[in-house]
């Protein structure tokens, strides 16, 4: 008797849909941006119509939050690894994060697009970005504590401060980058960090 072939579950079957929707509303939203990529045409690259993307998603603001969390994932897990070490150790971290981000065009191009428009406190992703740059700017801070407390960096140096320049050098790097691709975006950090270890008082060769 031949074995029979288990189809597959609703919920495995949704969760492709899912996953095919989520990729068609990325490069819409990588062009347009989140107020210039109706639903119809989201519906439309992913071959479907806009009920059955309604189905899965009840508006495009709940599309939005699950594009902007399903592509935030993987960045997030390498700052998290990133700075997990602290210190001169995580300044390097850094360096290898933004040249990875070089490989990663559209989820550049996707961020620098959207938290453009979520600037504007009415903008569906305005509280996932605030949430984002708080979040970075903690760990970042947390390390260049940490480099502090081990005796790698001066105590004197504002953390709190650092952080939020290091987060203003990746951003502004990542927009001329996406404006001129012959710009070296990994070369440039690396020169602002060899700055950056002069100020914090690391004396330590780069690497």
Same mark, same amino acid.
């Given at each position: 008797m031949p074995t029979r072939v288990p189809r597959a579950s609703s919920t495995q079957r949704g969760a492709r849909t899912r996953a095919e929707i989520l990729r068609a509303a990325v490069p819409l939203f990588v062009q347009n941006g989140y107020r210039g990529a109706p639903l119809a045409a989201v519906a439309d690259a992913a071959q479907m119509t806009q009920p059955g993307v309604?189905? #899965? &998603? !009840?508006?495009?603001?709940?599309?939005?939050?699950?594009?902007?969390?399903?592509?935030? *994932?993987?960045?997030?897990?390498?700052? *998290?690894? $990133?700075?997990?070490?602290?210190?001169?150790?995580?300044? #390097?971290?850094?360096?290898?994060? +933004?040249?990875?981000?070089?490989?990663? !065009?559209?989820? +550049?191009?996707? &961020?620098?697009?959207?938290?453009?428009? $979520?600037? $504007? $406190?009415?903008? !569906?992703a305005h509280g996932f970005f605030v949430e984002r740059y708080e979040h970075i700017r903690h760990r970042i801070a947390h390390a260049v504590r940490h480099g502090q407390e081990t005796g790698a960096f001066r105590s004197d140096a504002d953390a709190e401060t650092i952080a939020a320049m290091v987060i203003a050098m990746m951003d502004g790097l990542q927009v001329q980058w996406l404006l001129d691709r012959q710009l070296d975006m990994a070369g440039s950090f690396r020169r602002f960090v060899e700055i950056l270890r002069q100020y914090l008082g690391d004396q330590r060769p780069a690497s």
């Amino acid at each position: 008797m031949p074995t029979r072939v288990p189809r597959a579950s609703s919920t495995q079957r949704g969760a492709r849909t899912r996953a095919e929707i989520l990729r068609a509303a990325v490069p819409l939203f990588v062009q347009n941006g989140y107020r210039g990529a109706p639903l119809a045409a989201v519906a439309d690259a992913a071959q479907m119509t806009q009920p059955g993307v309604l189905h #899965h &998603f !009840p508006s495009k603001e709940h599309l939005l939050m699950a594009v902007l969390e399903e592509r935030d *994932r993987e960045s997030r897990e390498a700052m *998290r690894e $990133a700075l997990r070490e602290g210190g001169v150790a995580a300044l #390097h971290a850094l360096e290898e994060l +933004v040249e990875h981000n070089a490989d990663t !065009p559209e989820l +550049v191009q996707l &961020f620098t697009v959207l938290v453009g428009e $979520a600037v $504007a $406190a009415e903008h !569906p992703a305005h509280g996932f970005f605030v949430e984002r740059y708080e979040h970075i700017r903690h760990r970042i801070a947390h390390a260049v504590r940490h480099g502090q407390e081990t005796g790698a960096f001066r105590s004197d140096a504002d953390a709190e401060t650092i952080a939020a320049m290091v987060i203003a050098m990746m951003d502004g790097l990542q927009v001329q980058w996406l404006l001129d691709r012959q710009l070296d975006m990994a070369g440039s950090f690396r020169r602002f960090v060899e700055i950056l270890r002069q100020y914090l008082g690391d004396q330590r060769p780069a690497s």
